[in-house]
């Protein structure tokens, strides 16, 4: 099973495919799609949305995880982030992607056991998951890899 795993944002889309045996989980490919500060939002969107149709199309997921929004303490940044999210469901539904969302409490509850935990601690369990590979250097990567992560170990749970 192929698993695409999305941090949402308007500047940085943290992305991931995962591969799962049902038992195994390896990492395929990580990456981001970073847009220009100061560039028109619309511009921004578009691009995110571009860019999701090739990460699709490329790699063709079965399923994807995604960060879903429950609360932001900026207004200011929680409706670009609200925009370029609903721009990567709308690529999801293009292509007939089955969603499954996650809060950031709950892929830290399902990751390490404790939904507060920090961003070293999932850092640590992503690293353990993946049998010890070098992680990405950028969070919002490393965040989509433990999002995708969260789908496999609920869907153990749940089957």
Do not use: W
């Amino acid at each position: 099973m192929k698993i695409l795993g999305i941090d949402p944002g308007m500047a940085i889309v943290g992305y991931s495919i995962l591969d799962f045996d049902g038992k195994n989980i390896k990492l395929e490919h990580s990456g981001s799609i970073q847009t220009q500060k100061g560039t028109r939002e619309s511009s921004r969107l578009l691009e995110i949305f571009n860019d999701m149709n090739t990460i699709v199309e490329k790699y063709k997921p079965d399923v994807c995880a995604i960060e879903k929004l429950f609360f932001f303490r900026n207004y200011t940044t929680v409706m670009p982030v609200a925009h370029a999210r609903g721009v990567i469901l709308t690529v999801l539904e293009k292509y007939n992607v089955p969603i499954f969302e996650y809060t950031p409490i709950e892929v830290k509850q399902i990751l390490t056991g404790y939904g507060r935990a920090s961003k070293k601690e999932v850092e640590q369990m992503v690293k353990i998951s993946l049998g010890g590979i070098d992680l990405p250097k950028l969070d919002d990567t490393v965040d989509s890899i433990a999002i995708g992560i969260c789908y496999t170990r609920n869907h153990l749970i749940n089957n």
